[in-house]
């Protein structure tokens, strides 16, 4: 089913890709919950933005850690970015969450969106298409039978925008930057 045109929400969820997403959305959840206690899941009006959690802070969307090719291991040191959607639709670099949380083996990585839009826009060059995922670094890639564009970036990329650092073990916020994220 993955990957064949036609594919639904019902078809992905269960998936071992959806069990990962779900669990790093939870944990992140649970440590929010520790400077946030309202926090809240989002509706299935809000999923469809791009908003997996709610808090004063703001809306934030979770990206559980991805490897670079689909069967490999997890690879903290690369991010894939979603310009357009499955469907050929802006992707959730252009959705409505005010914040994405990257899961990390030690953190989690908090960004804003429209920070992250722009460093994504300013070092990949999409039009440049490559055929084979683990040459998606800086470049654009489309998977088979999907009408999406993605491409990689650093993980240390996220360290030249504003973002915070929330400790797995540790429930604790850091700022490494001047600016106050509200995390």
Not at 87 to 96: D, I, M, R
Not at 146 to 163: A, E, N, P, W
Request: glycine share 8%.
């Amino acid at each position: 089913m993955r990957g064949k045109r036609g594919q639904t929400y019902d078809d992905w969820v269960g998936s071992e890709s959806w069990k990962g997403g779900q669990e790093a959305e939870d944990a992140f959840g649970d440590l929010v919950r520790v400077k946030y206690p309202e926090v809240r899941r989002s509706t299935l009006e809000e999923q469809y933005r791009h908003i997996d959690w709610v808090c004063s802070a703001g809306s934030i969307d979770v990206k559980a850690l991805k490897s670079k090719n689909r069967g490999t291991a997890k690879d903290e040191d690369t991010i894939w970015v979603e310009f357009k959607n499955n469907v050929g639709a802006p992707g959730w670099l252009y959705g409505e969450q005010d914040f994405v949380a990257f899961e990390g083996l030690q953190d989690y990585v908090i960004v804003r969106t429209g920070a992250l839009r722009r460093l994504a826009e300013k070092l990949c060059n999409t039009a440049e298409l490559v055929d084979f995922a683990e040459l998606a670094l800086y470049k654009g890639y489309s998977r088979r039978n999907r009408d999406d564009l993605i491409s990689m970036i650093k993980r240390s990329d996220l360290f030249t925008i504003v973002h915070k650092k929330l400790k797995k073990r540790c429930h604790i916020s850091t700022s490494t930057t001047q600016e106050n994220l509200n995390f």
